[in-house]
């Protein structure tokens, strides 16, 4: 509730622990909440038998419902989305926490996750219970006041070639589910009061072939009943694509490929058939213009990755900010931030969506992207 989501902040850090601080909190270390994360991680420890471990029940209703994340904006007492909002702005309206008392913060509990890796999570808060995700795709719910963990998902990740180590930058969750994208390329839908797997991504039906190319790294978007999803692995031989799965089996709705095929708008900016090979994955979460139906998010870079002999031309739709339809997945436009890249200006900061003044001072609807050239690149 709202006297919660005041009182406690949650800071994570870069050893993999969660700190659950309260500004009225004594000044006294706190006991570590164990994980069965923890024995899985040890070093020689066998692998689990299970994936699925259930510690203690799970009683709020923690569904995260369509017309829920439409409103986030208004709900205070929820983290609901990646971004907050789905306009990725993840700004808290939040002031119980202020410089007159922000000193008198003391840790009252800490997770420790069991694994010690890279923590690049975005936590999500529905109803009290605390979502997180670790490096190896780990999956974890805690209380968010006491730290008490509710249950814990250890997957049997597969083999899939990566370029840059083990990332997780959260989950999603809707529908009574959490959504999770994996290093191996399944995409895993888990209850929420359970961590049970509900349903799994056959390799066949949400990869391009050879599939072993492929990985995801993105915290999954969820809206209107789809699971929003983006494959990371630019480096290697891949058509990047931002793809919707049916939230309730996990099938695929539709795929955009961010390489633009001849017959395509942009399809003209690659030489032969390097398109099918081009890279220009994507490993941020998409924002959503929940009236204008459409799903924003910004590309990496082309492959090769510093060489672009074989792939003269612009090679649309890299480095780019683009739009797409969210019923169809067709393209609605893209503003290319890099041309033909062979410096590795990858997007690496999700599009955030607000209202600004254009040229002629009217306010107009804008996407913006902190690109890696040192430029904030705004849009109409």
């Known amino acids: 509730g709202s006297k919660l989501m005041r009182k406690f902040r949650l800071v994570l850090s870069a050893c993999a622990a969660a700190f659950l601080c309260g500004a009225d909190a004594l000044a006294q270390t706190p006991a570590p909440t164990g994980s069965a994360g923890e024995a899985a991680a040890a070093v020689g420890a066998a692998p689990p038998a299970q994936e699925s471990f259930l510690m203690a029940p799970i009683t709020a209703p923690v569904s995260n419902t369509d017309q829920q994340r439409l409103n986030a904006n208004a709900d205070p007492d929820n983290w609901r989305l990646y971004g907050r909002t789905y306009d990725n ?41 605390l979502y997180i995700e670790t490096a190896f795709n780990q999956v974890q719910a805690y209380d968010a ?16 070639d990566q370029c840059c180590g083990p990332e997780a930058r959260g989950v999603a969750v809707g529908y009574g589910k959490v959504f999770v994208a994996q290093l191996d390329g ?18 066949a ?47 695929r709705v539709w795929r955009f490929n961010t390489t633009a095929a001849p017959d395509e708008p942009g399809g003209e900016g690659w030489s032969g058939d390097s398109y099918k090979y081009g890279g220009s994955s994507v490993w941020d979460t998409a924002a959503i213009d929940a009236k204008n139906g459409l799903i924003l998010f910004a590309t990496g870079n082309p492959n090769p990755d510093l ?47 607000f209202d600004t003044m254009d040229e002629t001072g009217k306010t107009v609807p804008a996407a913006a992207e902190a690109g890696k050239v040192g430029n904030v690149f705004i849009v109409n």
Request: net charge negative; proline share 5%; aromatic share 12%.
């Open 89 to 129: 702005q993840r700004f808290s309206p939040l002031t119980g926490i202020n410089a007159g008392n922000v000193s008198k913060l003391r840790p009252a509990a800490i997770i420790q996750t069991g694994v010690a890796n890279t923590f690049e999570n975005t936590a999500i808060e529905i109803d009290g219970v």
């Open 145 to 160: 006041v006491t730290g008490k963990e509710f249950w814990s998902y250890i997957p049997k990740l597969e083999f899939s």
């Open 186 to 203: 399944h995409v895993v839908a888990l209850d929420a009061k359970t961590g049970k797997v509900v349903w799994k991504t056959a390799h």
């Open 205 to 251: 039906d949400a990869l391009p072939q050879p599939s072993y190319f492929y990985s995801f790294t993105m915290a999954p978007q969820v809206f209107d009943g789809m699971i929003l999803v983006g494959n990371a692995g630019a480096e290697w031989p891949t058509r990047g694509f931002m793809e919707a799965l049916d939230a309730n089996t996990g099938k």
């Open 307 to 353: 060489d672009g002999a074989m792939r003269a031309g612009d090679n649309a739709y890299s480095d780019s900010i683009v739009a797409i339809n969210a019923k169809t997945g067709k393209i609605a436009w893209w503003y290319q931030e890099v041309k033909h890249d062979v410096w590795d200006y990858d997007a690496c900061a999700p599009v955030v969506l």
